[in-house]
């Protein structure tokens, strides 16, 4: 009976005062849609992020017959030691590593390269490990590592380098590091402003009604009882404009999205987060600021 009664009142309380309801309403909408424009966006950019993270590999190339600063040319033991290394690292720093033989190395560089391949007189490819870090930012860490795990912590026997991508791969990390913190103060200070758009908004609606809690609080109504109302027009505004804001997204990626020209990744794993789940985020949201700003925004009027 008395959960009736608040909802009720609520109700009574959103069609006598529709002009601020509609403010509210509108502001949630509006707050919802930039976040779901963040959420898409943002998330398609740090799966991008991701992608090219994965890219970065570590490798390990081996002395060949005439290979500068290489004494002479790997053997099996040698190969067999780096492996070993590799394999103690598995699971921690890396994620999987393959060999490479002078063979498949031709191989593959006959099929990328046809024409700088042609009528070699001899194999001049060296065999290498293809190394795949569990995290972007290991190769430095596995290629200093690796170049100190021979005798006394000096070069391996048979290694001649170890390339991690240089310049390039630091630099991937760092933009990839980047668009990470952008992308959760970004989300965050949204939130935050769609909170207090949301709140200024519903206070107007509050203030005018002030007199009417203070006379509630002055025969004995608890602050709870005063509060229940105020919190169901906010989840109750919070939920339209939420779920308009999921019908503008919808549409826009209906309509709008198939006409713009597609970002070509490359690659199928480059995606944003799917609309169902974007769509759910949106709604909790819209709800909990709804509901929030008006708790926050009411407080002040309870202390009669």
């Known amino acids: 009976m008395r959960l009736r009664a608040v909802v009720g009142e609520a109700v009574r309380s959103l069609g006598a005062s529709m002009s601020t309801t509609v403010a509210a309403t509108l502001t949630v909408l509006i707050g919802m849609f930039v976040l779901g424009l963040v959420i898409g966006l943002g998330t398609w950019v740090l799966s ?4 090219a993270k994965r890219q970065l590999l570590v490798k390990v190339y081996f002395c060949s017959p005439g290979a500068q600063g290489c004494a ?5 033991k040698d190969i067999d030691a780096v492996r070993l290394w590799l394999a103690k690292e598995k699971g921690e720093r890396v994620k999987s590593f393959r060999f490479i033989s002078q063979q498949e190395a ?19 490819l060296p065999a290498s490990y293809e190394v795949v870090p569990t995290k972007g930012e290991y190769t430095d860490d596995i290629k200093r590592d690796l170049l100190r795990s021979g005798p006394g912590g000096t070069k391996p026997p048979g290694v001649e380098t170890v390339k991690d991508g240089g310049e390039k791969a630091r630099r991937v990390v760092k933009v990839g590091s980047i668009i990470e913190a952008v992308f959760l103060v970004g989300l965050v200070v949204l939130l935050g402003a769609s909170t207090l758009l949301i709140a200024n908004t519903i206070r107007l609606s509050i203030f005018a009604r002030r007199r009417e809690i203070e006379v509630m609080k002055l025969v004995g109504a608890t602050n709870w009882f005063v509060r229940g109302p105020f919190m169901i027009e906010g989840l109750i505004c919070g939920l339209v404009g939420s779920l308009a804001a999921v019908l503008l997204l919808f549409l826009g990626r209906e309509l709008v999205l198939p006409a713009l020209p597609h970002l070509d990744s490359g690659t ?7 609309f169902e789940l974007t769509a759910l985020v949106i709604i909790g949201a819209g709800l909990v600021l709804g509901a929030l700003g008006s708790a926050l925004t009411v407080h002040r009027f309870l202390k009669v």
Do not use: C, G, Q
Request: glycine share 0%; aromatic share 8%.
């Open 48 to 51: 991008w992020s991701e992608h």
């Open 72 to 76: 002479r040319e790997a053997t099996a």
């Open 106 to 124: 031709l191989r593959i560089m006959r099929k990328k390269f046809p024409e700088l391949t042609k009528d070699l007189p001899y194999n001049p």
């Open 268 to 274: 199928s794993d480059v995606r944003a987060l799917s």
